[in-house]
């Protein structure tokens, strides 16, 4: 019974390079949900996607940052030309339905670090 | 909006007495909440949650949560607190009117002393 699936765990980019992380939901799950972690802080919400929709990004950077959710395989966060304060940890969620009520599993996160 | 405030950064509390972790929100329409618990380098593990019914909700590892809508409280209890219990403890708060995100409190962290 495995739960929110990330990787890689721990990312190291130069500036200017491209970040993708990648996300598969708990099993039976269709909802998908990253946040962001910067350090000593809590999480913010960046988006939310079902199979291949995009519900709610209102939390996304207007730029360089985009999220798909792809009819097969895994949700990936992409960071393109990454800056030193895009290093933070990102969690990808993971909830079985859409209502407000239910619960939000998370996964291990995806540390990534731009050098 | 809805936000969270969770107004200790940190709290000490000696092994075996009771422990408290403060929370207070507030949301434009029904509130839902939840309590999470972050391990060093680790992600975030669900404690409980509360939607509706009654205020006292208990949840996984002996830990409870008293919601106060008059307060807009939702403060995480354990009556006795174990070394193990030593982590970061997160707040989280869903507005039935304004979608699924959750926003998450500042988190405390919680030292548990022999």
């Known amino acids: 019974n495995a739960g929110v699936m990330q990787n890689p765990r721990h990312l190291v980019r130069r500036r200017g390079q491209e970040a993708r992380l990648r996300c598969s939901p708990m099993k039976g799950h269709s909802h998908v949900y990253w946040y962001r972690q910067l350090p000593e802080e809590g999480l913010k919400f960046m988006v939310y996607?079902?199979?291949?929709?995009?519900?709610?990004e209102s939390g996304m950077p207007k730029e360089r940052f985009s999220a798909e959710f792809p009819k097969e395989g895994p949700s990936i966060l992409r960071i393109q030309q990454v800056v030193r304060g895009d290093s933070a940890a990102y969690f990808c969620?993971?909830?079985?339905?859409?209502?407000?009520?239910?619960?939000?599993?998370f996964g291990p996160g995806t540390r990534l670090t731009v050098l | 909006a809805q936000s969270v405030a969770q107004p200790e950064d940190q709290v000490n509390v000696a092994e075996g007495n009771p422990l408290t972790v403060k929370c207070t929100y507030s949301v434009s329409g029904n509130p839902y909440l939840f309590w999470y618990v972050q391990y060093p380098n680790r992600g975030l593990q669900f404690l409980l949650k509360?939607?509706?019914?009654?205020?006292l909700v208990k949840g996984s590892y002996g830990f409870e949560a008293e919601f106060n809508k008059s307060q807009t409280s939702f403060h995480l209890k354990k009556p006795s607190a174990l070394v193990s219990d030593s982590a970061l403890y997160f707040c989280?708060?869903?507005?039935?009117?304004?979608?699924?995100?959750?926003?998450f409190g500042g988190g405390t962290r919680v030292l548990v002393k022999p």
């Open positions: 509360y939607i509706t019914g009654d205020n």
């Open positions: 969620a993971s909830s079985q339905g859409q209502t407000s009520t239910d619960t939000q599993y």
């Open positions: 989280a708060v869903r507005d039935g009117a304004a979608g699924n995100k959750l926003t």
């Open positions: 996607l079902q199979k291949e929709n995009i519900i709610d």
